[in-house]
């Protein structure tokens, strides 16, 4: 039993390993030589312009609406010289640029990065620095020769608030949309929780605080942490998304894997699912085998599912849930007491002929 346990837990850590698997050539060299993190805004064809608060940028206006992605851990990500950007094909997604789209509808698209940070040999390692800055490797950094060097006194989520908050404090526009992948998911919620208590306390324009945050895949590590008061992250994540709810933003949450919630590894959390709006997709165009790229499938299938409508609900006149579903019906799924379970598209990528069917949660 032992073994097996050590082999279920080798085969998840791998997946989600290989799951950090990006574009390379897309950014210099100098990007992974040095330490770089923060918001990218980007363009068609993977353009990208670095976020720099004061500046004008080629691929962001004040006043539009906006998605912003954040990656997972990135396991050996620096020294491939590789980062995520919005072509999946290397993921197992098509070979398209998934943002075109979002640009097409009129919206800001960006990336806050910590690939550096989140770059550990150790999944947990990683997941810590979300949270705190005096983790089991505090905040040190990897470059793209493979060596660690001291990273900031701030934690990832200080430092991409920070970034967040400095690269938009002008910010005009309606509605800002957060989308975490795997690990990243965690750094959404904690994104957004220092955005809402900045805008309780008065220092943060209100226009910032995301309407809609997209869980993709998540996951979240067994057992309690001492840097969280030994609570698990995943039940201090539920105490975030309770409370944010009360603020009026919209959580939906995207299982595409068993990785994610595999009992030796990860927490399955859940109750944090049944707090959002949910759907549990079947990519069976990947073999039982392929969990590295089903576990991939939740973030290109969400960005891509933007360019067709909202997908059916068989038996049913409501429509279900995706990327370009309205920030309505999404707080109605929410709020309901049923999740959506894919039923029909689960053998082609493209998410144009997806349905689904309502069960219990």
Not at 157 to 170: K, P, Q, V, W
Not at 306 to 334: H, Q, V
């Amino acid at each position: 039993m032992r073994y097996v346990q050590k082999l279920l837990v080798s085969v998840a850590l791998l997946v989600l390993t290989l799951s950090a698997q990006a574009a390379t050539g897309v950014f210099p060299k100098s990007t992974f030589d040095n330490l770089d993190y923060g918001l990218y805004w980007f363009g068609f064809g993977d353009s990208w312009q670095k976020a720099v608060p004061g500046q004008s940028n080629a691929y962001y206006s004040n006043t539009k609406p906006t998605i912003i992605y954040i990656h997972g851990w990135q396991n050996g990500a620096t020294a491939r010289q590789s980062r995520e950007t919005f072509n999946r094909f290397d993921a197992g997604g098509p070979d398209l640029d998934l943002a075109n789209s979002w640009l097409n509808a009129g919206y800001n698209v960006g990336i806050l990065y910590w690939n550096q940070f989140a770059d550990e040999g150790e999944v947990k390692d990683a997941e810590a620095k979300i949270w705190t800055a005096t983790g089991p490797r505090a905040m040190r950094w990897r470059n793209s020769a493979g060596v660690y060097s001291n990273g900031p006194s701030q934690s990832a989520g200080d430092l991409l608030f920070a970034s967040y908050r400095d690269n938009l404090a002008g910010y005009n526009g309606s509605n800002i949309r957060i989308a975490g992948h795997s690990l990243g998911n965690q750094m959404a919620i904690v994104l957004t929780k220092k955005i809402s208590d900045a805008v309780t306390a008065g220092t943060m324009n209100s226009k910032l605080l995301p309407k809609r945050v997209a869980l993709l895949d998540p996951f979240y590590s067994n057992y309690a942490k001492s840097y969280l008061g030994n609570k698990w992250v995943g039940e201090v994540c539920r105490t975030y998304v309770s409370e944010l709810k009360t603020k009026g933003v919209v959580f939906e949450a995207y299982r595409s894997s068993a990785v994610t919630s595999t009992i030796f590894v990860g927490d399955a959390n859940t109750n944090l699912m049944k707090m959002t709006a949910y759907t549990e997709l079947k990519p069976q165009y990947f073999t039982t085998a392929q969990q590295t790229e089903k576990h991939n499938a939740a973030v290109w299938h969400y960005l891509w599912s933007f360019s067709f409508n909202a997908p059916a609900i068989t038996g049913s006149s409501l429509l279900g849930l995706s990327a370009k579903t309205t920030d309505t019906r999404t707080n109605e799924l929410m709020n309901g007491t049923q999740k959506l379970v894919h039923n029909l598209g689960v053998n082609t990528k493209e998410p144009s002929d997806d349905t689904f069917t309502l069960q219990n949660r």
